[in-house]
């Protein structure tokens, strides 16, 4: 009887050993889950940022409080056309970091009808917006910052040159911050700095 209390005493101990080795592995592998989506997601943001196209005929970087829009080259090159991308966050059952993308667009009517169209996604996506979105990761807040003047301010600040829907200078820089929710594996305040080639010599 002894023996076979000895032995069921370390089956039990074992199995809790196991246990508590199959939830840290869930935890950890929750963890490199959430870091590969984040890092796939700021990898995004910089290409964007990096393809951005500038013309007089059209608005290149737009942010209006609630989105931001970008115009910029495909990444196939010239021969790919230009694209309005724009990123934002929904709120609701649960809030969202996302990002949205219209097709290939190679006349001026159709960059105009898809800039447009970025705009009212942000406010109120119907499903025809909702077909060119990606949820890219839960987000509580965010806030953008433009690098001009070398000092970092608010895009909507009172500098007429930058009000939302003009056609802009872009800024020397951009600063992203990302409050994470508490409930994911990574949380907390993420700040990502982007730098325009021209000034920080190709790099970002």
């Not at 219209?102 to 001026?108: D, I, M, V």
């Not at 829907?165 to 992203?176: A, C, E, Q, V």
Request: charged share 20%; aromatic share 8%.
């Amino acid at each position: 009887m002894v023996a076979i209390a000895v032995l069921a005493l370390m089956a039990l101990l074992s199995w809790r050993g196991l246990d508590g080795m199959s939830r840290a592995q869930s935890q950890t592998q929750a963890r490199s889950d959430e870091i590969l989506v984040l890092q796939a997601g700021l990898t995004q943001w910089k290409a964007d940022l990096d393809g951005i196209a500038e013309s007089p005929q059209f608005v290149s970087l737009d942010w209006d409080g609630r989105v931001l829009r970008i115009t910029r080259r495909g990444s196939a090159g010239a021969m790919d056309g230009l694209r309005v991308v724009a990123w934002t966050r929904r709120t609701g059952a649960g809030s969202t970091w996302l990002r949205w993308q219209s097709p290939a667009l190679n006349t001026l009517s159709d960059w105009q009808t898809y800039w447009a169209q970025a705009s009212v996604w942000a406010q109120n996506a119907g499903d025809e917006e909702k077909r060119r979105e990606v949820a890219v990761f839960p987000l509580d807040e965010w806030q953008v910052f433009y690098f001009r003047g070398g000092a970092w301010s608010n895009p909507l600040s009172s500098d007429d040159s930058n009000a939302p829907g003009t056609k802009t200078t872009i800024p020397d820089g951009i600063r992203l911050v990302l409050t994470l929710p508490p409930t994911q594996p990574i949380s907390g305040i993420l700040n990502v700095d982007w730098v325009r080639a021209t000034v920080g010599g190709g790099k970002s």
